[in-house]
């Protein structure tokens, strides 16, 4: 039970590690399960709350106010899997033998967690608040740099944001958007190699002196343009489809951390820098027909991260809203998150669906995540 414990909750370790930790993932500050449903492809579909950390121009164009209140989990499918094997070895008379067999059975594979993701969002026609207290996501890569590993990569945020934006009339024709959140992000940062001497016996796993820390300030710029078409012009047949494009920086100043509150340890170096991103996405409305309401989205995010690729930045999705009453509404999405353009290989498909009922409201997604490299592919499905 302990090592399953340990799992769960591994920000940092007080035995010294084996080699330097590893990571080839891509890890958003934020994410939504809508978002993930349709395959990550939100930038120009944001018109909800999550429009504070996807693409704060949308709350320009939102048409009614919102409070959300929200308590999400994210898990691996085989993350319980891998705890119980752990602890059963730990039962055995060799214990650190059964444990570098489990290991090895299982290099190459990764594994994911973000839970708890405590928070609220409140946002009404043109701006936004934020306050996410606690956002805690542990990614586990089993590696052999010097013997059988656990490549941690732990990450606790607490957010403040606040997001304005407004329609912008300069003479152009179509509809222009432009949006900034500014967000103050207190992050916990563990990086760690694990070897087998901390995953056996009585050892302790929770070290604060190997935590690192920082107050983030930042902010994420957006926009979002619908262009007017023409009847008469050459993309005239566009003129059903109402594309809307999207273009958003994120973590524009990219500085590193202002200071450090030195909250887990007095000594603790400072946080890694949170690395600006740039996101480009697209919204393809489909006619609508009785309750339904189809729309197509595709999305190239994350540019800019040092683990980019256009593998890895690539999202499609599809998502059919419906409508009943005012209060009675959701959703059904399908979607690829970090798809290849290759049609041989649609293993990272997507699927969402939500539902709002009154005061509460459920959503549900699954989606696989592309934490390798180009010459290692290794995938996680959440």
């Given at each position: 039970?302990?090592?399953?414990v340990?799992?769960?909750?591994?920000?940092?370790?007080?035995?010294?590690?084996?080699a330097?930790?590893?990571?080839?993932?891509?890890?958003?500050?934020?994410?939504?399960?809508?978002?993930?449903?349709?395959?990550?492809?939100?930038?120009?579909?944001?018109?909800?709350?999550?429009?504070?950390?996807?693409?704060?121009?949308?709350?320009?164009?939102?048409?009614?106010?919102?409070?959300?209140?929200?308590?999400?989990?994210?898990?691996?499918?085989?993350?319980?899997?891998?705890?119980?094997?752990?602890?059963?070895?730990?039962?055995?008379?060799?214990?650190?033998?059964?444990?570098?067999?489990?290991?090895?059975?299982?290099?190459?594979?990764?594994?994911?967690?973000r839970?708890?993701?405590?928070?609220?969002?409140?946002?009404?026609?043109?701006?936004?608040?934020?306050?996410?207290?606690?956002?805690?996501?542990?990614?586990?890569?089993?590696?052999?740099?010097?013997?059988?590993?656990?490549?941690?990569?732990?990450?606790?945020?607490?957010?403040?944001?606040?997001?304005?934006?407004?329609?912008?009339?300069?003479?152009?024709?179509?509809?222009?958007?432009?949006?900034a959140?500014?967000?103050?992000?207190?992050?916990?940062?563990?990086?760690?190699?694990?070897g087998?001497?901390?995953?056996?016996?009585?050892?302790?796993?929770?070290?604060?002196?190997?935590?690192?820390?920082?107050?983030?300030?930042?902010?994420?710029?957006?926009?979002?343009?619908?262009?007017?078409?023409?009847?008469?012009?050459?993309?005239?047949?566009?003129?059903?489809?109402?594309?809307?494009?999207?273009?958003?920086?994120?973590?524009?100043?990219?500085?590193?951390?202002?200071?450090?509150?030195?909250?887990?340890?007095?000594?603790?170096?400072?946080?890694?820098?949170l690395?600006?991103?740039?996101?480009?996405?697209?919204?393809?409305?489909?006619?609508?027909?009785?309750?339904?309401?189809?729309?197509?989205?595709?999305?190239?995010?994350?540019?800019?991260?040092?683990?980019?690729?256009?593998?890895?930045?690539?999202?499609?999705?599809?998502?059919?809203?419906?409508?009943?009453?005012?209060?009675?509404?959701?959703?059904?999405?399908?979607?690829?998150?970090?798809?290849a353009?290759?049609?041989?290989?649609?293993?990272?498909?997507?699927?969402?669906?939500?539902?709002?009922?009154?005061?509460?409201?459920?959503d549900?997604?699954?989606?696989?995540?592309?934490?390798?490299?180009?010459?290692?592919?290794?995938?996680?499905?959440?």
């Amino acid at each position: 039970m302990k090592k399953i414990v340990f799992l769960m909750l591994l920000l940092c370790f007080t035995i010294p590690t084996y080699a330097q930790n590893i990571d080839f993932s891509i890890h958003e500050n934020y994410i939504s399960t809508r978002a993930k449903g349709m395959g990550g492809a939100f930038s120009a579909v944001a018109d909800d709350y999550n429009s504070m950390f996807y693409n704060p121009a949308a709350l320009a164009r939102l048409e009614e106010g919102n409070l959300h209140m929200f308590v999400r989990a994210a898990i691996d499918t085989n993350y319980f899997e891998l705890a119980d094997d752990i602890d059963k070895a730990n039962n055995e008379s060799d214990e650190e033998t059964a444990i570098a067999n489990v290991l090895s059975e299982n290099y190459g594979n990764n594994y994911y967690s973000r839970l708890p993701t405590i928070g609220a969002i409140w946002v009404r026609p043109n701006w936004g608040i934020a306050i996410i207290p606690a956002d805690l996501t542990v990614d586990l890569a089993l590696h052999q740099q010097i013997g059988p590993s656990i490549a941690v990569n732990a990450y606790l945020d607490t957010t403040l944001a606040y997001g304005y934006a407004r329609n912008v009339k300069w003479g152009q024709k179509g509809k222009l958007s432009v949006g900034a959140t500014l967000k103050v992000i207190n992050r916990v940062q563990a990086s760690e190699a694990v070897g087998i001497a901390q995953l056996s016996g009585d050892n302790e796993f929770f070290d604060q002196d190997s935590a690192n820390e920082g107050l983030f300030a930042d902010f994420d710029l957006g926009f979002l343009y619908t262009p007017e078409i023409s009847k008469k012009s050459f993309f005239s047949f566009l003129k059903y489809s109402r594309p809307t494009f999207a273009f958003v920086t994120r973590n524009l100043i990219d500085s590193g951390p202002i200071t450090n509150l030195n909250l887990i340890n007095e000594e603790s170096k400072d946080a890694y820098k949170l690395q600006r991103r740039i996101d480009f996405g697209s919204k393809w409305q489909l006619p609508k027909f009785w309750v339904f309401d189809p729309k197509f989205a595709w999305d190239i995010r994350n540019i800019l991260h040092e683990n980019w690729s256009f593998e890895k930045g690539n999202h499609v999705g599809f998502e059919l809203g419906w409508k009943m009453y005012s209060w009675w509404r959701g959703y059904w999405s399908a979607g690829l998150h970090q798809w290849a353009f290759d049609f041989g290989d649609l293993e990272n498909w997507t699927f969402g669906f939500g539902a709002e009922i009154g005061w509460f409201q459920i959503d549900l997604s699954t989606w696989q995540e592309n934490v390798g490299t180009e010459a290692i592919d290794i995938r996680g499905r959440r």
